[in-house]
Every structure is written in structure tokens, then in C-alpha cells.
């Protein structure tokens, strides 16, 4: 039988990131490609789980979230975003961000509206749209620095704009976005009618002087700003899926409808274990920045005596760093492939980030390991250019 695929999924593909996740894998190799983030759980959260579990968490949910987990994000909101949400109506848990963001897109956005993305592009955020489509519109940032050209962003605005999508802190980049960023991408929000999602995952990996803003915290940006965030970073629960979206409580609203046709609810018994985390005292997520910022530096170190020029971030747990200066590889693919077999270290290519398939000359490192696999692969790195 000769099978006929939807015209959505004419583009779809395995990604470049979980590709190098199972080449790796083959070979036992450590992977800083794909951001998994192994790291311990911590025993509080892991309890409130099991916890959940004994207590009978096992049904379905109501389709906007537990009203527990409502509460505890809108609290965190109000604590640490300067956002004041209805837990009620302004907060719908979600199967992850990524769940997040594809309610949002199916509730919002119609095919051939679109929404203004900067590069580098995290890939979901490019996929989930176009599958739907909807059109990203890729905005550059100037490489290394990640600055944004304000020109070319109202530019690239359109009568089929809908939308500005920003994630704080970027993926791949490491890009924290300043007040002064933000103020500016509000008003032309506010200049030309257009909404804001906002994907802020990693906010609580920022590193030295660098502050997280949430956008809808600005004025005038509550009423046209989607927040995503997430548990699965925050606490080391990747697999668990827990995200949530707030925002004004007409669209949140809407969106639980598209939820609950989706995939019905959040997994319940995590909803309830991560209503309990979102309570730990400030010292776990203070501990965030120190626990990150030691494990970047011992990687940018290692990148730098390898031969790589890494961009330093500010933010999130990824290093994008090029290569040109001290390899000869002509190709991002190249390179990539050249330190899975030759060193056994998985990075994913600069241009999967990239709207243009041209070679970009960067590799995306993930710094979010254990110690061990993170020396390994760091003493690994440093013998590359004896290779």
C-alpha cells in the first residue's frame, strides 16, 4: 500500500539534535547536543511525585490545570516576574512549553498569518508553526553579541503580522534580553496592534549582571503577551512535561479548549509535585545560577583551548561557539560529525538555528551535565587539536 502523508508533514523530519542523541548513544559517547538535562532531582520534588501518586493524583485533571498548580504558578508569577495573574482564568497547565506554544499557535493563528521570530531559531518554535501554516519570519541577530536590529525588525512587519515570539533566554544563543530590548519590541507591539508569546524556560538560568524580564510585566504588554514557562528545566524533570501558559483570560480560556481536544491534560500526579516545587524555598532557584555559571565556564574553557571561539552566554544552558579560526571543516555537519567519531563528543549544528541552510560556522554545545559526563567531555575537547 502505497501511503499518502498529510501535506503538513511534507517538511517534517527528525531533528539534528535528537539525531546526534541516538549516534551518540551507539557509541557511548557523552552528549552535549540535546538539552535533556540530567542532572539529580532534587529528593523534595521527587517525593511530592510519589506522594502525588499515593494520594490518588491519577484521573484526569480539570482541562485548564490543577487548581493547585494553577495557584502555585500564579504565585511564582507574582513573585518572581512581577506579573499579576487570576490562577482561575489567566493560567492553563500544559504537556510542556512546547505544548504550550502549539495551543497558542492553534488558537491565535490562522495559515499564512505571520509571527516574527529572531534568530537563532529554536526548531519547535519553527515547526509547530509552519506545520500549522502559520509563517516564522526570521529576524537576524548580530552573531556573538545577538544584538538585535530594530530597523530590520519593523521592517519585516507586515498587514499578515501577528505576532512577536521571543524566548528569554534564547536557546541556542544565550541571549538575555535588556530592559531597554524589551521596551522597545512593547512598543512597536503596541505601535502596530500585534501580540507577544514569550518562551522563558531558562529564566532562572541567568548568569553574573544579567536580569530576566518578563514581558507582560511591562506596561501595557499584559493584555497582549502570552507567557510560556516551564517546570522541566527549572527542576530537572524533562520527561515529566509540565509547562504552563498565562495571559489574558479570554485567550486562556480558548486555548484549554484546544488543550483538552490536544491531549486532554497535563499528566495530574506532576502537576500536583510541581505545585510543591514552585514553593521551594528562594535558595533552590538562586542555586541555579551558581550550579550553571561553574559548568559553563569549565566548558567555554575547554572550548577555547580546542580551538573554538565560544560566545559567551548570559543565560540558559547552551554554548554556541565557531570554529573557522583553528579547524578546517567545511561544514557545520562536518564539524559535528568530526567530534562524534573522532572525539565521541555530540554538538548539533549552528544551522539547524538558522532559517538558511548555508554552513554557519557555529556548533551549539549543552553544558546541563553531570559532572562526570561533563569532564569527560571536556578533557575529550581539549586533545582535540593534538587529534
Same mark, same amino acid.
Given at each position: 500500500?502505497?501511503?499518502?502523508?498529510?501535506?503538513?508533514?511534507? #517538511?517534517?523530519?527528525?531533528?539534528?539534535?535528537?539525531?546526534?542523541?541516538?549516534?551518540?548513544?551507539?557509541?557511548?559517547?557523552?552528549?552535549?547536543?540535546?538539552?535533556?538535562?540530567?542532572?539529580?532531582?532534587?529528593?523534595?520534588?521527587?517525593?511530592?511525585?510519589?506522594?502525588?501518586?499515593?494520594?490518588? /493524583?491519577?484521573?484526569?485533571?480539570?482541562?485548564?490545570?490543577?487548581?493547585? =498548580?494553577? #495557584?502555585?504558578?500564579?504565585? /511564582?508569577?507574582?513573585?518572581?516576574?512581577?506579573?499579576?495573574?487570576?490562577?482561575?482564568?489567566?493560567?492553563?497547565?500544559?504537556?510542556?512549553?512546547?505544548?504550550?506554544?502549539?495551543?497558542?499557535?492553534?488558537?491565535?493563528?490562522?495559515?499564512?498569518?505571520?509571527?516574527?521570530? $529572531?534568530?537563532?531559531?529554536?526548531?519547535?518554535?519553527?515547526?509547530?508553526?509552519?506545520?500549522?501554516?502559520? @509563517?516564522? @519570519?526570521?529576524?537576524?541577530?548580530?552573531?556573538?553579541?545577538?544584538? &538585535?536590529? $530594530?530597523?530590520?525588525?519593523?521592517?519585516?512587519?507586515?498587514?499578515?503580522?501577528?505576532?512577536?515570539? %521571543? =524566548?528569554?533566554? @534564547?536557546?541556542?544563543?544565550?541571549?538575555?534580553?535588556?530592559?531597554?530590548?524589551?521596551?522597545?519590541?512593547?512598543?512597536? =507591539?503596541?505601535?502596530?496592534?500585534?501580540?507577544?508569546?514569550?518562551?522563558? @524556560?531558562?529564566?532562572?538560568?541567568? $548568569?553574573?549582571?544579567?536580569?530576566?524580564?518578563?514581558?507582560?510585566?511591562?506596561?501595557?504588554?499584559?493584555?497582549?503577551?502570552?507567557? &510560556?514557562?516551564?517546570?522541566?528545566?527549572?527542576?530537572?524533570?524533562?520527561?515529566?512535561? &509540565?509547562?504552563?501558559?498565562?495571559?489574558?483570560?479570554? &485567550?486562556?480560556?480558548?486555548?484549554?479548549?484546544?488543550?483538552?481536544?490536544?491531549? %486532554?491534560?497535563?499528566?495530574?500526579?506532576?502537576?500536583?509535585?510541581?505545585?510543591?516545587?514552585?514553593?521551594?524555598?528562594?535558595?533552590?532557584?538562586?542555586?541555579?545560577?551558581?550550579?550553571?555559571?561553574?559548568?559553563?565556564?569549565?566548558?567555554?574553557?575547554?572550548?577555547?583551548?580546542?580551538?573554538?571561539?565560544?560566545?559567551?552566554?548570559?543565560?540558559?544552558?547552551?554554548?554556541?561557539?565557531?570554529?573557522? /579560526?583553528?579547524?578546517?571543516?567545511?561544514?557545520?555537519?562536518?564539524?559535528?560529525?568530526?567530534? %562524534?567519531?573522532?572525539?565521541?563528543?555530540?554538538?548539533?549544528?549552528?544551522?539547524?538555528? $538558522?532559517?538558511?541552510?548555508?554552513?554557519?560556522?557555529?556548533?551549539?554545545?549543552?553544558?546541563?551535565?553531570?559532572?562526570?559526563?561533563?569532564?569527560?567531555?571536556?578533557?575529550?575537547?581539549?586533545?582535540?587539536?593534538?587529534?
Amino acid at each position: 500500500m502505497a501511503v499518502r502523508f498529510a501535506n503538513r508533514t511534507a #517538511q517534517l523530519q527528525q531533528s539534528d539534535i535528537r539525531a546526534v542523541t541516538a549516534r551518540i548513544e551507539a557509541i557511548g559517547g557523552v552528549n552535549l547536543g540535546q538539552g535533556l538535562c540530567p542532572l539529580p532531582t532534587d529528593p523534595r520534588v521527587r517525593e511530592a511525585a510519589m506522594r502525588a501518586i499515593a494520594d490518588g /493524583k491519577n484521573i484526569y485533571s480539570p482541562m485548564q490545570g490543577l487548581p493547585e =498548580c494553577r #495557584q502555585a504558578v500564579a504565585e /511564582k508569577l507574582a513573585r518572581d516576574n512581577d506579573m499579576t495573574v487570576d490562577w482561575k482564568d489567566e493560567v492553563l497547565i500544559t504537556v510542556g512549553a512546547s505544548g504550550a506554544f502549539a495551543c497558542t499557535v492553534d488558537t491565535l493563528f490562522d495559515p499564512g498569518d505571520e509571527i516574527l521570530m $529572531f534568530e537563532p531559531l529554536y526548531g519547535y518554535h519553527i515547526n509547530i508553526a509552519q506545520m500549522r501554516g502559520v @509563517v516564522p @519570519v526570521a529576524i537576524p541577530t548580530t552573531p556573538g553579541t545577538w544584538e &538585535i536590529d $530594530f530597523d530590520a525588525l519593523e521592517s519585516a512587519i507586515t498587514p499578515r503580522t501577528r505576532a512577536i515570539l %521571543i =524566548c528569554n533566554p @534564547v536557546n541556542p544563543s544565550g541571549k538575555v534580553f535588556s530592559r531597554d530590548e524589551l521596551e522597545q519590541i512593547a512598543a512597536m =507591539c503596541m505601535r502596530h496592534d500585534i501580540l507577544a508569546i514569550t518562551d522563558e @524556560v531558562y529564566e532562572y538560568i541567568v $548568569f553574573e549582571d544579567a536580569e530576566h524580564i518578563s514581558l507582560a510585566s511591562l506596561p501595557g504588554m499584559a493584555e497582549r503577551t502570552i507567557t &510560556i514557562g516551564a517546570a522541566t528545566k527549572t527542576f530537572f524533570v524533562t520527561g515529566w512535561r &509540565i509547562g504552563w501558559a498565562a495571559g489574558p483570560g479570554e &485567550i486562556i480560556q480558548k486555548m484549554a479548549n484546544v488543550a483538552d481536544l490536544n491531549y %486532554i491534560c497535563a499528566p495530574s500526579p506532576n502537576q500536583a509535585a510541581i505545585a510543591e516545587a514552585l514553593r521551594l524555598p528562594q535558595s533552590y532557584f538562586d542555586g541555579l545560577r551558581t550550579l550553571f555559571l561553574d559548568k559553563r565556564d569549565r566548558l567555554v574553557e575547554a572550548l577555547v583551548a580546542s580551538g573554538f571561539e565560544p560566545s559567551i552566554p548570559r543565560g540558559a544552558y547552551y554554548i554556541m561557539a565557531d570554529y573557522r /579560526k583553528h579547524h578546517p571543516w567545511k561544514t557545520d555537519q562536518e564539524a559535528r560529525d568530526a567530534l %562524534i567519531d573522532g572525539i565521541g563528543v555530540g554538538s548539533v549544528t549552528g544551522s539547524s538555528f $538558522f532559517s538558511s541552510d548555508a554552513p554557519s560556522g557555529l556548533l551549539r554545545f549543552c553544558f546541563a551535565l553531570e559532572d562526570e559526563h561533563l569532564n569527560q567531555a571536556c578533557d575529550a575537547l581539549r586533545k582535540l587539536r593534538h587529534l
